[in-house]
């Protein structure tokens, strides 16, 4: 099929978009094709369009969790911005492209710099507080059968940094959340204090250098000597640097990007840290950044 021809269809799409635009780690190389999702209702022609070109489709939100190949991606990339966000007392329903700062009026949930699609298929959280404790159900399209439907929060199998949505192909188009889930005793996390301590928190413990936040996931959460953070403080390997690639001096958690930083640089890195933290204390971490593979 010719490109210009799929243009007047889809006047939105864009060929070569380099990926690292749209990553906070401003790594990636560029996407064969792609397109930004402002109307969820576009994502249905958007797969037909994919299977038509026998090209594969991958999904992507705000890219503040993902690194993309140096090559790229062969393929059709979708991003969804869509954004939309209505408050109703306690009750909030968020497009999955709505940043995280513009569901919950104040609160630690609001410092977190992802989107709404990407938090909740990684159960965000932040001092804790996470998606969990808020999620009411998420509406999903399924693009085997193409149909829309609810999951109800009981079927969301949400744990530490994960859910769901990591092992099925449904992409997440809305957020329902009800904040009056919450805990009595975690109800002073959405308080605007709360907020100004998550703030306070990423300001002093956190770089502001380009980064996709914890690179790994905490081998055993909240435990201070088995956090990802500390044994890789305690291994010695802050301030490691591969090319542009760096460990945080600030945070062993945190990968930086110091310029022109590569994926290639940025998995090497990982790779090192895996091995010493391992053989220093028979740790297997697990990385929380999704990896995307070039397609095969
Ligand atoms: N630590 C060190 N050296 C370091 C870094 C940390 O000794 O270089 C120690 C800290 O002193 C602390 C412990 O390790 O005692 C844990 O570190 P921290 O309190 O910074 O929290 P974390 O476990 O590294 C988690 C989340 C963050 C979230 C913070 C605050 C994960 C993987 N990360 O970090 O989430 O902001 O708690 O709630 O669960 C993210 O997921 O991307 C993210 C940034």
Do not use: W
């Not at 991606?73 to 109703?88: C, M, N, T």
């Amino acid at each position: 099929m010719n490109i210009s021809t799929i243009k007047r269809d889809f006047p939105k799409l864009r060929e070569n978009e380099p990926l690292a635009r749209h990553t906070t780690f401003r790594v990636g190389g560029p996407a064969r094709l792609f397109y930004e999702v402002t109307e969820i209702d576009e994502i249905p022609a958007l797969i037909a369009l994919a299977g038509r070109l026998e090209l594969p489709y991958l999904i992507c939100g705000g890219g503040s969790n993902v690194l993309f190949p140096d090559e790229g991606i062969d393929g059709l990339v979708i991003k969804i911005a869509a954004k939309d966000v209505r408050i109703d007392g306690p009750r909030v329903t968020a497009e999955a492209g709505a940043v995280m700062a513009t569901i919950v009026p104040f609160g630690a949930l609001r410092s977190i710099p992802g989107t709404v699609g990407g938090a909740i298929r990684g159960n965000a959280g932040v001092l804790g507080i996470e998606i969990a404790d808020i999620i009411h159900s998420v509406s999903v399209f399924d693009p085997v059968t193409y149909q829309t439907r609810t999951r109800a929060r009981d079927h969301l199998e949400m744990s530490y940094r994960n859910s769901c949505f990591k092992r099925t192909n449904e992409i997440i188009l809305k957020g329902f959340f009800d904040l009056s889930l919450l805990s009595r005793d975690k109800c002073e996390l959405l308080s605007a204090c709360a907020f100004a301590e998550a703030m306070k928190f990423r300001r002093e413990k956190q770089p502001a250098a380009l980064s996709a936040g914890s690179f790994f996931k905490n081998p055993v959460p909240y435990v201070r000597e088995k956090s990802a953070g500390y044994l890789i403080d305690r291994a010695g390997l802050k301030g490691s640097r591969i090319g542009d690639a760096q460990i945080s001096d600030v945070h062993g958690n945190f990968f930086v990007n110091l310029g022109k930083a590569t994926t290639r640089e940025m998995l090497e890195l990982a790779a090192i840290v895996k091995r010493e933290v391992h053989k220093r204390f028979g740790i297997d971490l697990e990385e929380e950044v999704q990896i995307i593979r070039p397609p095969a």
